[in-house]
């Protein structure tokens, strides 16, 4: 973008954007860091649930077949009753954490950053106009 920096007409004025600016572009840069963090967090976390996931589908699948085949009052059957109980609590659990940690909340992050990282480059684009007309004056 063009910027209109005719109109400043004191270096006084450039160095007091220069320094909005370069407090604003910290904050951001912090934020970069921060994002690219969480996505890469995330990103391992959502494909680490997702198998997780997987072996727990077929875990309670198994334990759903085989209860029904086990005589009722058995060591065996109860045992497997926890198991099944615990399987599927273990999977709603996932589940949610999916949301937070999931493919919906990575591609939120990524877009974050690059939200983020084109207000830098606008950011960056501005100092230079500004430090362009500082020189000039």
């Not at 659990?93 to 493919?103: H, M, N, V």
């Not at 909340?105 to 939200?115: P, V």
């Amino acid at each position: 973008m063009a910027y209109s920096v005719n109109v400043l007409t004191t270096v006084a004025d450039c160095d007091k954007l220069l320094a909005d600016s370069e407090s604003e572009l910290k904050a951001l840069r912090h934020r970069s860091t921060n994002l690219d963090y969480a996505r890469d967090s995330t990103s391992e976390a959502a494909t680490e649930t997702q198998a997780t996931l997987t072996s727990l589908d077929a875990e309670i699948q198994n334990l759903t077949t085989l209860i029904p085949t086990l005589a009722e009052g058995t060591k065996s059957r109860k045992s497997s009753e926890v198991d099944l109980r615990t399987a599927i609590y273990r999977r709603a659990k996932l589940t949610d954490k999916q949301e937070a940690r999931g493919p919906v909340a990575l591609l939120t992050r990524e877009r974050d950053l690059a939200e983020t990282e084109a207000q830098i480059a606008e950011i960056t684009a501005f100092v230079a106009a500004i430090n362009a007309r500082k020189a000039a004056l």
